[in-house]
């Protein structure tokens, strides 16, 4: 990928599900740090380690299944939170995810969803619905550690 790089074919490099533990051996041999870790964030699975190592080195979250994979519409206390701002839970959540600096990837094959999940730059979260929403951790479940699954 650092080939890649300084031949010009890509502007940014980055990885992806790498834990802390994966993170340190690279960041001693890499000649070019990774932009980007892409790891699976949102408000039930809210990966605080590797979020806060990501902060501490200067590499960018992006949020993959920033909906829980759909299982976030399963957390009832969102559904008022959503009202109260006039907007969907899915426009909540990805708000949310912004607010964390993180880079959310929402997927959809539904058209109007695709414009709703788009339509996230024209309010905010206040401070207090912030914190409300960092406390629904687990919530709706939480994604498995690779170290921990017998596949
Ligand atoms: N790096 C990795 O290891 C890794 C692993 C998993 C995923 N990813 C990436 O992350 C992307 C997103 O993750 P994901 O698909 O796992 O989960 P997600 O984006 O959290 O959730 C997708 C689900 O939410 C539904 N949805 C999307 N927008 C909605 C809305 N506004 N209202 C109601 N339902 C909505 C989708 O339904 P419909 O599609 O039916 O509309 C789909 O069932 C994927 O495209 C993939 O590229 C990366």
């Given at each position: 990928?650092?080939?890649?790089?300084?031949?010009?074919?890509?502007?940014?490099?980055?990885?992806?599900?790498?834990?802390?533990?994966?993170?340190?051996?690279?960041?001693?041999?890499?000649?070019?740090?990774?932009?980007?870790?892409?790891?699976?964030v949102?408000?039930?699975?809210?990966?605080?380690?590797?979020?806060?190592?990501?902060?501490?080195n200067?590499?960018?979250?992006?949020?993959?299944?920033?909906?829980?994979?759909?299982?976030?519409?399963?957390?009832?206390?969102?559904a008022?939170?959503?009202?109260?701002?006039?907007?969907?839970?899915?426009?909540v959540?990805?708000?949310?995810?912004?607010?964390?600096?993180?880079?959310?990837?929402?997927?959809?094959?539904?058209?109007?969803?695709?414009?709703?999940?788009?339509?996230?730059?024209d309010?905010?979260?206040?401070?207090?619905?912030?914190?409300?929403?960092?406390?629904?951790?687990?919530?709706?479940?939480?994604?498995?550690?690779?170290?921990?699954?017998?596949?």
């Amino acid at each position: 990928m650092e080939a890649g790089l300084k031949a010009g074919k890509t502007r940014a490099i980055g990885v992806s599900n790498f834990h802390p533990r994966h993170l340190k051996p690279l960041l001693k041999f890499a000649e070019i740090k990774s932009a980007v870790n892409q790891i699976m964030v949102n408000p039930s699975d809210q990966q605080e380690e590797i979020v806060s190592f990501n902060v501490d080195n200067n590499i960018l979250t992006e949020a993959y299944s920033p909906l829980g994979t759909g299982k976030i519409f399963e957390v009832a206390e969102l559904a008022d939170l959503a009202n109260k701002y006039n907007k969907t839970i899915a426009q909540v959540v990805l708000r949310w995810s912004l607010h964390k600096g993180y880079l959310p990837l929402p997927k959809s094959v539904t058209p109007a969803r695709i414009k709703e999940n788009a339509e996230i730059f024209d309010f905010d979260l206040s401070i207090e619905d912030i914190a409300f929403i960092d406390s629904l951790h687990g919530k709706a479940g939480l994604a498995k550690n690779p170290d921990e699954v017998d596949f």
